[in-house]
């Protein structure tokens, strides 16, 4: 099981990011997929037990999408997904630490609907659906950036970057990127989400986009 550690920025300012981005020389991620609409499906047990261990079974699937942000063909990948704390780390996520650090296994299926009815089998459900679209770049091939993904993530509740790979890189990307640690968010998207629903005084569902089917 590998680590990742990870940090989400709130992006006020999205032409000044891009702009950002460009000036460190971030390209996007070569491949069949470079901006891609992902939905994902969250599992757990009936009495929410992966929820309070602070963990996440999931599932997602990603889809290519043009400029105008419409679904180009047929899903083109499906990622099943298991997240822990570190060991010797709290149950409960710790968000006080500068990054969130999580053991994280993953792996590629070809069907993503048959494995979801062979987790409902196994006793567990679907608890929570978003989607995003997410764009990724990595940084021109520099010792420090190494292993470093930049992740611009298009959610219904606002634009959110996600940096994940080496904390020096994580530190050093986001200062020049014109953030500092006190805007370091490591809640998890359906913590952000709630907050928001709190926020608006509306009752929390999935964090879809208001044309989603």
């Given at each position: 099981m590998g680590r990742e550690t990870e940090i989400k920025l709130r992006v006020g300012d999205l032409l000044a990011l891009r702009k950002a981005l460009k000036r460190l020389g971030a390209r996007m991620v070569s491949g069949g997929m470079r901006r891609v609409h992902e939905?994902?499906?969250?599992?757990?047990?009936?009495?929410?037990?992966?929820?309070?261990?602070?963990?996440?079974?999931?599932?997602?699937?990603?889809?290519?999408?043009?400029?105008?942000?419409?679904?180009?063909?047929?899903?083109?990948?499906?990622?099943?997904?298991?997240?822990?704390?570190?060991?010797?780390?709290?149950?409960?996520?710790?968000?006080?630490?500068?990054?969130?650090?999580?053991?994280?296994?993953?792996?590629?299926v070809t069907d993503g609907d048959a494995l979801t009815r062979i987790i409902e089998q196994l006793g567990m459900r679907v608890w929570f659906r978003y989607e995003k679209f997410r764009t990724t770049f990595r940084l021109p091939d520099k010792g420090w950036a190494a292993g470093l993904l930049i992740e611009l993530d298009e959610t219904p509740i606002g634009t959110f970057v996600e940096l994940e790979g080496p904390a020096n890189a994580i530190d050093r990307t986001a200062t020049a990127l014109g953030f500092s640690s006190r805007d370091y968010i490591t809640a998890n998207y359906f913590v952000l989400y709630r907050d928001e629903c709190l926020r608006r005084d509306i009752e929390p569902s999935d964090m879809v986009f208001a044309n989603a089917k």
């Amino acid at each position: 099981m590998g680590r990742e550690t990870e940090i989400k920025l709130r992006v006020g300012d999205l032409l000044a990011l891009r702009k950002a981005l460009k000036r460190l020389g971030a390209r996007m991620v070569s491949g069949g997929m470079r901006r891609v609409h992902e939905w994902n499906t969250a599992f757990d047990t009936p009495d929410g037990e992966l929820r309070r261990r602070g963990q996440l079974l999931r599932i997602r699937k990603e889809r290519p999408v043009d400029a105008d942000g419409k679904l180009q063909g047929k899903t083109q990948r499906v990622t099943l997904t298991f997240k822990k704390p570190t060991r010797g780390a709290r149950k409960k996520e710790d968000t006080s630490r500068a990054h969130k650090v999580r053991e994280e296994m993953e792996m590629q299926v070809t069907d993503g609907d048959a494995l979801t009815r062979i987790i409902e089998q196994l006793g567990m459900r679907v608890w929570f659906r978003y989607e995003k679209f997410r764009t990724t770049f990595r940084l021109p091939d520099k010792g420090w950036a190494a292993g470093l993904l930049i992740e611009l993530d298009e959610t219904p509740i606002g634009t959110f970057v996600e940096l994940e790979g080496p904390a020096n890189a994580i530190d050093r990307t986001a200062t020049a990127l014109g953030f500092s640690s006190r805007d370091y968010i490591t809640a998890n998207y359906f913590v952000l989400y709630r907050d928001e629903c709190l926020r608006r005084d509306i009752e929390p569902s999935d964090m879809v986009f208001a044309n989603a089917k």
